[in-house]
């Protein structure tokens, strides 16, 4: 069965990254295969059978979507008017216009271009505010611009949308859905934030008030799962569930009928969602493992939910949510049991399984893991299990909250005042799991650094059992684990020498540092994260700030001052002229007060020597204030804008300048040439190109967060300065940045 699986895995791959060439693959495959096996013609049929499946049902699945009138539509760009229902909750991103909502749709209708068509297809839609308020399962009615999607698993996307006009309401089922949901919800809502928003999180993946900060501290922490829809949720509730029928008195079939509802009851409860749906089958895996002989029937159930899932669910066979689940699932049922055992000799065995379990489904996802974030969590395990006995009754405690405060609101508050009590020790875990100096260590995605870890996983994976053999070398393990992550390891080769100027990767922010001296820079910008841009100074060895310079009190500036001012010695700080928005200048000037630092200044007017470095206030003009409309929207245009110069390699840092502020320091700019173009605003499309491709800038740098929502950096603006002989870098995809002088020549070192 674990065959069929891979076989189907593989094959739908194949098939969504071959189109129909995947065929050609799969016979000769099954050629070669028949070939050098000639005694097992049956299970080479079976596996062959199975990947013609699954990659059959993935390129049909991919026809239906791209080819029928909507797909058509979408790819004339052309104005229509849908009907659907609504197949997921709403979802609030930011966007260039403000916030917008996104909402899945099935659609069974669409009029466009003068025609109606009846049809079920996937649309995603943009919309307004008023789409918040679409539930799911409702049938609506708008229209929009459909455009072509990104993806093969949408027919495309209504941009623009109307608001939504009700034509039906949801199903009972998804009206008592959302009654829980939000019951669960109101079950916490008098808890502190954290515990508020990871409660829900925690028993249906509803995460949308989860801190992003907080969410960054559990991707560390490898405490991920615990904040989205997993099998493990689905595990802890059914079989709580399971447990109670059987205290009830409910035996044999009867109580796979229990297990059965609980499921069904979860899945609606968490919304019909692909990665719901695989979080279902898995968990339903993990259940059958603690049956008897569960090890190996939940061995060959894996192979056989692999199958159907991608049967019914193609677009699964390339999605990580799903490569994470099989292998943290394949990593519990094989690896799991040989370490307990391992271990049992000289642990009690619960404590062994408790030990085994979580290190074993962490082995298994790391290369995956790493491919995805460029990091390898070193305290996964510690966290997992310290979070571990809590998790269940957080879970089940959040979930009877919202069921009996369906009746008795009091009562759904105690008991959610139990589980946030629980998910408050789950927080300080992943907060002080985060914090620690070794808590992950950077790998890198590329394919000989992921080759490198397969293979030290493999190696591992077999010599642990004989490590975990002996208590002396579990305990020498575990020593040297625990020396790795409290100890910083070093970083070979950085700072690199010569370096003039570094870019923090502080996320969605700006924190640049000019070099003035062996350990001393002026700061420009501290991020939005103290502990990244604290983190980024740390490994420059950076101890003295003779000038800091806030280019604007927008949050993604100026919220990881504190990191700067950690421990070292910080003189002048200069900021915009403009106090908007008020909440920022508030902030900064509460955390300056409590650093005991100077009065907060205004840029210099003119030219001055800071150290190894020269530097000019370009904008704003001298003199020239600005209260703003204090909501912050001018504070980008009343960006400080310097010209540097260190070691002869002249550097322009433009903060969040726009076209606006653009045009008016154009005069100023006419004829300048510099070397290094701090690219305005993260990459904005909202740019003069004209004007910074007129620099010739040899290195354009971009600070900008992976997976933001504002669509930064625009591949607009990248190719224009990249046309214009620019070696263009950018911290979500190269992390941290130096640009080094060497011997007259400018280059660059990323991190």
């Not at 501290?217 to 059914?238: C, I, K, Y």
């Not at 899945?267 to 259940?287: D, I, K, N, Q």
């Not at 001298?622 to 002249?650: C, H, I, M, Q, W």
């Amino acid at each position: 069965m674990p065959a069929l699986g891979a076989a189907g895995w593989l094959a739908g791959i194949g098939a969504h990254l071959l189109g129909a060439w995947v065929w050609l693959l799969l016979a000769a495959l099954a050629a070669l295969v028949l070939l050098a096996v000639r005694r097992a013609p049956a299970t080479v049929l079976a596996l062959t059978l199975v990947a013609a499946a699954v990659a059959g049902g993935t390129l049909l699945r991919h026809e239906a979507v791209a080819e029928n009138p909507v797909g058509d539509l979408a790819r004339q760009r052309a104005g229509a008017s849908i009907t659907g229902t609504v197949t997921s909750d709403p979802r609030p991103v930011a966007g260039g216009f403000g916030e917008q909502v996104l909402v899945r749709l099935e659609v069974r209708e669409v009029t466009g271009r003068g025609r109606s068509h009846r049809l079920a297809t996937p649309v995603l839609v943009i919309g307004g505010e008023s789409w918040r308020h679409a539930p799911l399962g409702s049938s609506v009615t708008t229209s929009g611009l459909l455009v072509a999607a990104d993806g093969a698993d949408l027919a495309g996307v209504l941009t623009s949308a109307r608001d939504p006009v009700m034509r039906s309401p949801p199903d009972v089922w998804w009206r008592a859905a959302s009654a829980v949901r939000a019951s669960i919800r109101e079950a916490v809502a008098h808890r502190p934030d954290d515990q508020r928003a990871l409660v829900p999180a925690l028993v249906d993946g509803d995460d949308a008030g989860l801190d992003p900060d907080l969410a960054a501290d559990f991707r560390t922490t490898g405490l991920t799962h615990l904040t989205a829809v997993s099998g493990t949720n689905l595990t802890l509730v059914v079989g709580f569930l399971m447990l109670l029928a059987r205290w009830c008195g409910v035996r044999g079939r009867w109580l796979h009928v229990v297990g059965a509802a609980g499921i069904v009851g979860f899945v609606l409860l968490a919304r019909t969602e692909p990665s719901v749906l695989r979080a279902a089958v898995m968990g339903a895996v993990g259940l059958l493992a603690m049956g008897v002989d569960g090890r190996q029937r939940a061995f060959r159930a894996l192979g056989v939910a692999v199958v159907v899932l991608l049967l019914v669910q193609p677009g699964l066979a390339v999605s990580a949510g799903f490569a994470l689940s099989v292998l943290a699932t394949a990593g519990i049922v094989v690896l799991a049991p040989g370490w307990r055992d391992a271990m049992s000799g000289w642990l009690p065995r619960w404590a062994a399984e408790a030990v085994a379990v979580p290190a074993a489904a962490q082995l298994a996802c790391t290369p995956v893991v790493a491919a995805l974030s460029g990091q390898v969590s070193l305290v996964a395990v510690v966290a997992n299990l310290a979070v571990a006995p809590l998790v269940g009754p957080a879970t089940v405690l959040g979930l009877a909250g919202g069921l009996v405060g369906l009746l008795l609101p009091p009562a759904g508050r105690l008991f959610g005042t139990g589980s946030a009590w629980c998910v408050a020790w789950v927080v300080a875990v992943a907060r002080g799991g985060a914090d620690l100096p070794g808590a992950a260590i950077d790998w890198g995605a590329g394919v000989v650094t992921l080759a490198l870890l397969c293979s030290v996983c493999v190696a591992l994976a077999l010599a642990l059992p004989w490590l975990l053999r002996r208590p002396a070398r579990g305990a020498g393990l575990f020593a040297l684990l625990l020396a790795v992550v409290l100890v910083p390891l070093p970083t070979p080769g950085w700072p690199a020498p010569g370096w003039v100027l570094a870019m923090c990767d502080v996320g969605q922010g700006d924190a640049l540092v000019l070099r003035a001296g062996r350990d001393e820079g002026v700061v420009v910008d501290a991020g939005p994260d103290a502990d990244a841009v604290d983190g980024c100074l740390d490994r420059l060895g950076i101890e003295e700030v003779p000038l800091l310079v806030l280019t604007h009190f927008h949050a993604d500036h100026v919220d990881g001052l504190a990191g700067v001012l950690a421990g070292r010695r910080v003189g002048a700080v200069e900021t915009s002229s403009t106090p908007d928005p008020p909440s920022g200048v508030e902030q900064v000037g509460e955390v300056a007060g409590e650093s005991g630092l100077a009065p907060l200044v205004a840029p210099y007017a003119g030219t001055r020597t800071v150290g190894a470095v020269t530097l000019q206030v370009l904008w704003p003009p001298p003199g020239r204030t600005e209260v703003g409309a204090g909501d912050g929207s001018r504070a980008n245009d009343a960006s400080v804008v310097l010209l540097a110069e260190v070691r002869g390699v002249r550097v322009l840092l433009t903060g969040d300048l726009e076209p606006e502020g653009q045009s008016a320091l154009a005069p100023v700019l006419a004829g300048l040439d510099v070397d290094v173009l701090k690219v305005p605003h993260h990459g904005s499309r909202y740019q003069d190109l004209g004007l910074l491709t007129s620099l010739e800038a040899e290195v354009a740098l971009v600070s900008v967060g992976a997976g933001n929502g504002y669509g930064h950096p625009a591949g607009s603006v990248l190719d224009a300065l990249a046309e214009a002989g620019g070696r263009v870098l950018r911290t979500d995809l190269d992390g941290d940045v130096l640009v080094v002088a060497d011997g007259g020549e400018v280059s660059t070192v990323t991190r």
